[in-house]
C-alpha cells in the first residue's frame, strides 16, 4: 500500500482506530523506504569527505541520466551526461528559477510519471507566490526518515512524546482547548492561533500533564510559549524536556536565549524546503546547518554566478534533490542565501555545512483578537486553494482582523474567494476574521519577492 493511501486512511480514521492502528511500531508504518533513510544515517555520520562525495557522485549520475531521458527541459543535455562525470555534468544544466516551473510545469515532468508514483502539491507561500509540483509516493515517509535522523543527535526515537507548535487545522475543538491529539506520532499538538496571555495558562496546564520529552514547532510559537513561562515565574513546574526541534522559520539567538531558559533544553533547529532540494540541521557541537548528503546536492552560488568554495564565502542556496524523479528539481534556486563552511566540524561529520541563512525567514506576526501573536508560518496553507492566484498579501491594520490582497488570474471567482475566506476561517476560528480584496498589483521587493506580510500596527 502506498504512502499517500495509509495517510488518507489515517486522516479518516476516529481517534480510537487511530490509537489502535498506532501500537504498530512506527518504523512498520511508515515503509522500507523510511526505514532505509533512517538506518543508513549511521554511515554517513561516520564516512569520509571522499566516500560522501562519491556516494553523491552516483546519486546524481542516477538523478541527471533519468532527467535527460525523461523529463522534456533536460533532453538537449542527454550527451553531456553520458560525455562527463555528474559532477562536470551538472555545470552545464541551467539554474531553474521557479517562475520557470510555474510557466512551463510540463516541460519539467517526467514522460514515465505511470511508472512513478506520485502526488501534486504545492509550497507553503511564504513568498505570497506558490509553486505547485510533483514528488514520489515515497518521498513522504523518507522526508520522515530525515527528519527523525537529525533528531537523533538529540536523542530523539520515533514515537516519543512530543508537544508540537505548528499550524495544522484544529476541527471541532471545544471552547477553552486549543490541542489536539495525533496518535500516529505520540503528540499533543498546540494551537498556534490562540497563544494570548489569557489562554496561555491552560496551554501550560495540558504541557505539564502530558509530560513531553521534546517539544517541536515554529520558533516563534515556541519563543511566547517560553516567554510566558519565564515572565509567570513557571520554570519550576516544568517537565524534563530533552530538546526543542525548531523549523519552518528560522531561528533568533534572542528567540534561542528565550526558549532554552524557559523551557530549560537544548534547541535543535533545522533548514529545508517544501521543494526538498536541500535538509540541513545543527549537530551536538554547534548551530551550523550541517546539510544531509544522500537528501540533496547543495551549491553556493555568488551574485555573477560563480561557486563558493571558501569558507566565509557568501551566495544563493541552489539545491538538486538525489532522490524525486517525477519532477526532478535540478540547480533549483530557492531565493535563501547563506555562507559556506568548510566540511570539517568537531562533531566529527565530513558534511556539506552552511550558516547565516537568510531570505525566505521573517519573524512576522497577525495578532489575534485575544491579543495572540500568530506567525505567518502558521497561515502557510497547502493544497489547491490559491491555484486561481497570481500573488497574495496578507495586510492587517487591526488586531483580529487580517486582509488578505489578492492578484487574482483569469479563472479566479466568487467560489474561489469562499473557498480560501472558509479554509482560513477553519484553520483561525474566531481570533481571526479574514477577508479577502481583489486589488490591481502587488508590489514586489527589488529582489523580485512579495513582502509576505504588510502590518500597520
Not at 257 to 273: D, K, P, T
Not at 344 to 351: F, I
Request: aromatic share 12%.
Amino acid at each position: 500500500m502506498s504512502y499517500s493511501v495509509k495517510k488518507d486512511l489515517y486522516k479518516k480514521m476516529p481517534l480510537w482506530m487511530k490509537k489502535i492502528c498506532c501500537k504498530v511500531p512506527f518504523s512498520m508504518i511508515a515503509g522500507k523506504e523510511y526505514r532505509e533513510v533512517y538506518h543508513r544515517g549511521d554511515w554517513f555520520d561516520q564516512a569520509s569527505r571522499e566516500e560522501i562525495l562519491a556516494y553523491q557522485e552516483r546519486a546524481l549520475g542516477r538523478l541527471l541520466r533519468h532527467a535527460t531521458m525523461e523529463v522534456p527541459a533536460y533532453f538537449f543535455l542527454r550527451s553531456v551526461v553520458e560525455k562527463f562525470n555528474p559532477l562536470e555534468a551538472l555545470s552545464a544544466f541551467p539554474f531553474l528559477e521557479k517562475e520557470e516551473l510555474q510557466k512551463y510545469p510540463d516541460r519539467y515532468l517526467s514522460r514515465n510519471l505511470d511508472q512513478t508514483p506520485c502526488y501534486e502539491t504545492t509550497t507553503g507561500g511564504t513568498s505570497g507566490n506558490q509553486l505547485r509540483f510533483h514528488l514520489d509516493d515515497h518521498s513522504q515517509s523518507m522526508e520522515t526518515g530525515f527528519m527523525h535522523r537529525q533528531w537523533k543527535r538529540v536523542k530523539y526515537k520515533a514515537k516519543d512524546k512530543k508537544v508540537v507548535f505548528r499550524g495544522v487545522s484544529f476541527d471541532n475543538l471545544k471552547p477553552n482547548v486549543f490541542w489536539q491529539e495525533n496518535p500516529i506520532y505520540n503528540e499533543i499538538q498546540f494551537s498556534p492561533f490562540h497563544m494570548s496571555d489569557a489562554n496561555l495558562e491552560s496551554y501550560l496546564i495540558e504541557f505539564i500533564r502530558y509530560q513531553p520529552k521534546f517539544v517541536h514547532g515554529y520558533p516563534s510559537a515556541v519563543e511566547i510559549f517560553a516567554d510566558y513561562i519565564l515572565r509567570n515565574d513557571k520554570t519550576k513546574l516544568i517537565p524534563k524536556v530533552q530538546a526543542v526541534l525548531l523549523g519552518s522559520e528560522g531561528t533568533t539567538d534572542q528567540q534561542r536565549r528565550i526558549i532554552e531558559r524557559g523551557l530549560g533544553a537544548r534547541v535543535f533547529s533545522w533548514y529545508g524546503l517544501s521543494e526538498r532540494v536541500a535538509l540541513g540541521g545543527e549537530c551536538e557541537k554547534n548551530s551550523s546547518y550541517h546539510l544531509m548528503p544522500d537528501y540533496g546536492y547543495v551549491e553556493i552560488i555568488k551574485e555573477d554566478g560563480s561557486l563558493c568554495y571558501e569558507e566565509g564565502d557568501e551566495g544563493e542556496i541552489v539545491g538538486t534533490n538525489l532522490f524525486n524523479f517525477s519532477m526532478p528539481f535540478i540547480r533549483y534556486k530557492t531565493g535563501d542565501w547563506a555562507k559556506r563552511l568548510s566540511a570539517e566540524c568537531e562533531c566529527g561529520r565530513n558534511w556539506d555545512r552552511i550558516t547565516e541563512v537568510k531570505g525566505r525567514w521573517k519573524k512576522e506576526f497577525v495578532v489575534g483578537s485575544s491579543g495572540a501573536k500568530i506567525s505567518t508560518a502558521a497561515l502557510n496553507m497547502h493544497g489547491d486553494l490559491f491555484n486561481s492566484v497570481q500573488r497574495f498579501q496578507y495586510f492587517q491594520d487591526k488586531p483580529g482582523k487580517m486582509v488578505i490582497k489578492i492578484l487574482p488570474k483569469k479563472e479566479f471567482s466568487n467560489s474561489s474567494q469562499e473557498l480560501i475566506e472558509s479554509a482560513y476561517k477553519k484553520k483561525v476560528g474566531d481570533e481571526l476574521q479574514v477577508k479577502i480584496r481583489i486589488v490591481d498589483d502587488i508590489p514586489l521587493t527589488k529582489r523580485g519577492k512579495v513582502k509576505m506580510l504588510d502590518s500597520r500596527i
